[in-house]
């Protein structure tokens, strides 16, 4: 298998590293082990340098500044001092603090490097020496070259890290969009689903319910008719009579989610609507507490109270059939900009995550007597009212379901 482009041209950068330490071995008029050591020392520091995740951090890139610094000082020591070529040396923790430190880690490293050149003034033989304004004049000018060459290096940095800061905030939003943008057709193939489904419903509905009629009556005229003496006969007509009250019953399930939803939207109070929900599932669940956490500064807005308890009535339901006896169900209430967000908090088993993306769509369901509309008509409902919902689950940790209803008047009557 072929190297990745990336490290071939890290073994390139290596090699031109090596190829530029040697030629400043080669050209120097002082080649001893006092002169190949540090050079070798600094051509190590630099090609490793990107190759330990601790130079990654503020402390690590200092102290490899720190260090480059130290071995071109040795370098220019050994080499003549003040007067030596390889002064040029102190732009690598120049430029390195220019690329990594910002402008004051920049300005802070050109003053210790242009003082440590400065310090070899120490040790010159003034009976050899002068140092009148042409000799000031140059070291003037070596010190404001490595300033310029810090500071252009730090500009270029600086806007290098403004256009990757725009590239990452670019990236962070068409991942948004994108996620928004499956999210909505997800949503339209739910919604075409739910439509398909519901048309077919409503006609087998229909057509089951005749003759569903003609057996339940027929059972009927056969438990009257029949002997007492005969109980095995009786007793099938019984559960005949009753298969088809349970199938009827299911068949209003279909229908309920097939038909097409009447909106009546009107001003109502969420919390009252809350409250009737939550004592309608504390008579089915006693086993579990029910806390209210409401936002007190919620005013009435319109929507339709008697579906929308309807919603408020399966979540709390199904959170309360999921949580263990002595178990507890929160519900809170907040304001979110022009909405309102309702959010049923469980402890319970939580969801599948290969089932969150289902547990919406009709048919689909956990329970052993389900049948999957429950979730199904509560998503239908809260479509209509221009709202949305949505479910974060964690197994073993519970389920949070949040519904989010604009408070914007709602039509008055919304075709499925």
């Known amino acids: 298998m072929p190297a990745p482009r990336w490290t071939r041209f890290v073994r390139l950068r290596d090699f031109v590293w090596l190829l530029l330490f040697g030629v400043l071995a080669a050209t120097s008029e002082i080649l001893d082990i006092y002169v190949i050591v540090p050079l070798a020392a600094l051509a190590v520091v630099q090609i490793i340098e990107p190759k330990i995740s601790y130079v990654g951090t503020t402390r690590g890139r200092v102290l490899w500044i720190v260090v480059k610094l130290a071995l071109g000082y040795i370098l220019i020591g050994f080499t003549r001092g003040i007067e030596s070529n390889f002064w040029l040396v102190l732009l690598l923790p120049v430029v390195s603090a220019a690329t990594t430190l910002g402008l004051l880690g920049t300005l802070a490293f050109t003053f210790l490097a242009g003082g440590a050149y400065f310090s070899f003034l120490l040790y010159l033989d003034l009976s050899r020496f002068t140092l009148e304004w042409p000799e000031m004049s140059v070291l003037l000018l070596r010190f404001t070259f490595l300033a310029m060459v810090g500071n252009l290096a730090n500009a270029l940095a600086e806007d290098l890290r403004v256009q990757s800061q725009k590239r990452l905030r670019t990236a962070e939003q068409l991942a948004e969009a994108n996620e928004q943008l499956q999210k909505a057709e997800e949503a339209v193939r739910r919604s075409d689903r739910l439509a398909a489904l519901g048309q077919l419903s409503a006609g087998l509905a229909h057509e089951l319910r005749n003759p569903l009629g003609t057996i339940k009556a027929s059972a009927e005229m056969l438990e009257r008719n029949v002997s007492k003496e005969n109980e095995v006969a009786r007793e099938v007509a019984g559960f005949i009579a009753e298969e088809v009250d349970r199938t009827n019953s299911l068949i209003t399930r279909f229908l309920d989610f097939a038909r097409p939803l009447r909106l009546r939207a009107e001003r109502a109070d969420l919390a009252q609507t809350l409250d ?55 519900v809170k209430t907040r304001p979110a900009g022009g909405s309102v967000e309702v959010c049923v908090i469980d402890r319970g088993a939580g969801i599948d995550p290969q089932n969150l993306s289902s547990i919406f769509n009709p048919f689909f369901t956990s329970k052993p007597q389900g049948v999957g509309l429950g979730l199904a008509i509560v998503s239908k409902i809260v479509d209509q009212h221009g709202g949305k919902i949505a479910v974060e689950s964690e197994p073993g940790k519970g389920s949070v379901f949040r519904v989010l209803l604009p408070m914007a008047p709602a039509a008055a009557e919304i075709p499925a």
């Open 276 to 330: 009737r929900a939550v004592a309608a599932v504390e008579r089915d669940a006693p086993q579990i507490s029910i806390y209210k956490n409401y936002a007190p500064e919620i005013p009435p807005f319109p929507f339709d109270a008697e579906l929308m308890e309807r919603v408020f009535f399966n979540l709390i339901l199904n959170a309360a059939q999921a949580t263990d006896a002595g178990g507890a169900v929160t």
